[in-house]
């Protein structure tokens, strides 16, 4: 299978049969999965012109009519789903079954979000004048540009698209150039259901990227990625004055204070820490276990690690893929090296699996300290550092020294502690008794440098996707 694509403009692709750049199967990367033509930047000026001209008539359609449209698109991704879904685990090497199971929970939070378009979206206010009638409303933004990463191809684009779309904006998307070929499909089959030059999609990397946020004609700029990036970002944002949100890496980290069933606490944290190998923003990375558990847990956890078969996602037997990029196996294969250099007593796992793909094995380095290395960067890959404490304030300290702040999970029964955790703990998701997963109609978002802006999904969603006006009317 190779997916050849370029620049999405006006409902058309751009493929001039070059190929600026490719994708290989993480698997197996002799493997060229996809041709891509990136996007020059004399191109990007016109495909401003048609998300402004798409804008203007979308924004007119009655907000209960583009939910019905974004619902019939919706469904269409959904009745593409093994074709998408292969192209995830093809591109970034997650299980087929991952990879379904985000697309299928994409939809659901999508589905969620786009009925905001049939809800409130303005106030009555009392006048402080006689004779006048005050109201607050809210209008799109307009042109809305999207950079996304590799980790969840689908996921992350949707959570912007459908409340920028259910809003009445356009989207200039830019996917990742490491699988960007999940987002093209979608857009693919958006040209049946959305007025032309609403859904749009620009290729490329850093470059592209930086022109597209940096545009004079973008109204607004929505960002996921690492915490370097989204800095820059934000300031070619700045220089226009654009409204920007910023969804940034974690450093997330579960307390585990007291548990009456250590077994199913070790279920969570290995869940938790594994999903999509690692590479995924809430993955929890850091255990933060009272001293007298320390050893039980790590025993448990290190059999649970041991038992998953690393391998091609395309194989049902496979419990974890490999890293998504040879780039990526690098930076976590480093860092891995690094923690151990500086002391991390690895209890399981090694640097490098057997085979020719960008695999790791799950690994839990224990006798980590809170200012190590390992213990402070985001890894991004299958790697767990385990840190003892005796006491709640240190182990709130220990959760809360580092710069990230996007999800925190706490086990215990005890009221006290439970009550400690939600009020102290530095973290935009907070969970207690399971590990660090969402659901589908809850805000997503990040404190720190874990984000900035308005959160994600659902009703906050019109905070980032609306302009709020004031309206007084005199009769
Ligand atoms: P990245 O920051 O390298 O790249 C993300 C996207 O930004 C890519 O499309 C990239 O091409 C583009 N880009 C790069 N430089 C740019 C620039 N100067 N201007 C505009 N766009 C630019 O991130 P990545 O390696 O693809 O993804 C991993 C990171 O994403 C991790 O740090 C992870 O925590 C974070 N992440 C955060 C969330 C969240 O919701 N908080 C979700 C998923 C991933």
């Not at 009655?62 to 469904?75: H, K, S, V, Y």
């Not at 590479?279 to 933060?288: A, D, M, V």
Request: hydrophobic share 45%; glycine share 10%.
């Amino acid at each position: 299978m190779t997916y050849h694509f370029g620049t999405y403009v006006a409902g058309s692709w751009q493929r001039r049969g070059g190929s600026d750049f490719v994708t290989v199967n993480p698997a197996s990367p002799g493997e060229i999965v996809g041709v891509y033509d990136a996007t020059d930047a004399v191109a990007l000026d016109a495909v401003f012109a048609s998300a402004r001209r798409a804008q203007a008539e979308w924004r007119d359609v009655p907000g209960i009519r583009r939910q019905a449209i974004l619902e019939d698109w919706l469904n269409a991704v959904e009745a593409r789903c093994e074709d998408i879904a292969l192209a995830i685990t093809l591109e970034m090497g997650k299980t087929l079954a991952d990879a379904r199971g985000e697309i299928l929970y994409a939809l659901k939070e999508a589905r969620f979000t786009i009925g905001e378009a049939s809800r409130a979206i303005g106030e009555v206010m009392p006048s402080a004048r006689p004779g006048l009638r005050n109201m607050t409303l809210r209008r799109p933004r307009g042109v809305v540009v999207a950079a996304t990463p590799w980790n969840y191809p689908v996921l992350t684009p949707l959570r912007k698209l459908a409340p920028a779309f259910a809003h009445g904006n356009a989207v200039i998307l830019k996917p990742s150039e490491t699988a960007p070929a999940s987002a093209c499909l979608m857009a693919e089959i958006a040209d049946a259901y959305l007025p032309r030059g609403l859904f749009q999609i620009v290729l490329g990397g850093a470059a592209v990227g930086a022109a597209l946020v940096s545009h004079a004609e973008a109204d607004a700029v929505t960002f996921t990625g690492s915490v370097e990036t989204g800095r820059r970002i934000y300031v070619a944002a700045a220089a226009n004055l654009a409204e920007v949100q910023l969804e940034l890496g974690g450093k997330n980290g579960i307390v585990v204070h007291d548990t009456e069933d250590l077994e199913a606490c070790a279920d969570e944290i290995v869940a938790g820490t594994l999903e999509n190998g690692g590479q995924r923003c809430t993955s929890i990375s850091r255990l933060i276990v009272r001293r007298e558990i320390a050893a039980d847990l790590e025993r448990a956890i290190t059999e649970r690690m041991d038992a998953i078969v690393v391998g091609d996602g395309r194989d049902p037997a496979v419990g974890m893929g490999p890293m998504a990029s040879a780039a990526h196996f690098e930076r976590v294969h480093s860092m891995m090296a690094r923690g151990a250099g500086e002391g991390a007593r690895r209890a399981t796992g090694e640097g490098q699996h057997q085979g020719g793909g960008f695999f790791l094995r799950p690994t839990l380095f224990a006798d980590v300290r809170p200012e190590m290395f390992l213990a402070q960067q985001e890894v991004f890959g299958p790697v767990l550092s385990l840190i003892s404490y005796d006491t709640v304030d240190e182990a709130l300290a220990i959760l809360n020294g580092v710069e990230f702040g996007l999800a925190a999970a706490l086990f215990s029964n005890r009221l006290d502690v439970v009550q400690r955790f939600i009020a102290e703990a530095e973290a935009g998701m907070l969970h207690v008794n399971h590990q660090t997963g969402v659901d589908p109609n809850m805000p997503f978002v990040g404190v720190k440098n874990s984000g900035v802006g308005a959160a994600s999904i659902g009703r906050s969603s019109i905070h980032f996707y609306t302009t709020e006006h004031s309206v007084y009317i005199k009769s």
